[in-house]
């Protein structure tokens, strides 16, 4: 009944609603976020902090978060760098090891020598993730970043198991398989 007029209405609409959505920032996708990123290089280099955000395509959370990450990065794209790494490219092996990434996302927030501030990972509100950027852009490297995990000094555990020696029972109790 509507036929032809309504389906070119439809695609009107629907090219109108998919241009404003672009230009107005709209839905960033992770790919989206990986072009427009400082290069991990080009951040080390900058003498600006920098947030360094850990995902993978696949990762459902990190699509979730992709918009506040690229709204944040607009906020703050003249005094911090937004690095994107992804950790299912090999390249990034020895980052993903010395940031201790064991979940993503994961947001490490670095000072304007690349030293770690401290990091969050996971679904982590929006307001976390403004909050940190905010402080690390206002204080640099003297920021107290609001919402950070920190990982001091510590000694490493050997990925070896410690030798143990099991003693056999004479048989005389009853879980003795002497």
């Given at each position: 009944?509507?036929?032809?007029?309504?389906?070119?209405?439809?695609?009107?609409?629907?090219?109108?609603?998919?241009?404003?959505?672009?230009?107005?920032?709209?839905?960033?996708?992770?790919?989206?976020?990986?072009?427009?990123?400082?290069?991990?290089?080009?951040?080390?280099?900058?003498?600006?902090?920098?947030?360094?955000?850990?995902?993978?395509?696949?990762?459902?959370?990190c699509k979730a978060e992709a918009s506040a990450t690229s709204e944040l990065s607009r906020e703050h794209r003249?005094?911090?760098?937004?690095?994107?790494?992804?950790?299912?490219?090999?390249?990034?092996?020895?980052?993903?090891?010395?940031?201790?990434?064991?979940?993503?996302?994961?947001?490490?927030?670095?000072?304007?020598?690349?030293?770690?501030?401290?990091?969050?990972?996971?679904?982590?509100?929006?307001?976390?993730?403004s909050a940190n950027a905010d402080a690390l852009s206002a204080g640099g490297d003297d920021a107290n970043l609001?919402?950070?995990?920190?990982?001091?000094?510590?000694?490493?555990?050997?990925?070896?198991?410690?030798?143990?020696?099991?003693?056999?029972?004479?048989?005389?109790?009853?879980?003795?398989?002497?």
């Open positions: 009944k509507f036929g032809l007029p309504a389906a070119g209405a439809a695609v009107a609409i629907g090219a109108a609603l998919f241009l404003r959505s672009s230009s107005t920032g709209g839905i960033a996708s992770l790919q989206d976020l990986a072009r427009e990123s400082v290069p991990l290089e080009v951040a080390l280099a900058s003498g600006k902090p920098s947030v360094v955000e850990f995902y993978a395509d696949w990762c459902e959370v003249n005094d911090l760098n937004f690095v994107m790494l992804n950790v299912d490219n090999s390249r990034w092996a020895e980052e993903v090891a010395q940031y201790g990434v064991g979940g993503i996302p994961h947001w490490e927030y670095l000072d304007s020598q690349g030293r770690s501030k401290g990091f969050v990972v996971g679904n982590v509100p929006k307001e976390v993730l609001p919402y950070v995990r920190k990982v001091a000094a510590s000694s490493q555990i050997p990925l070896q198991a410690p030798d143990i020696t099991v003693q056999q029972g004479d048989g005389s109790r009853p879980r003795d398989h002497g």
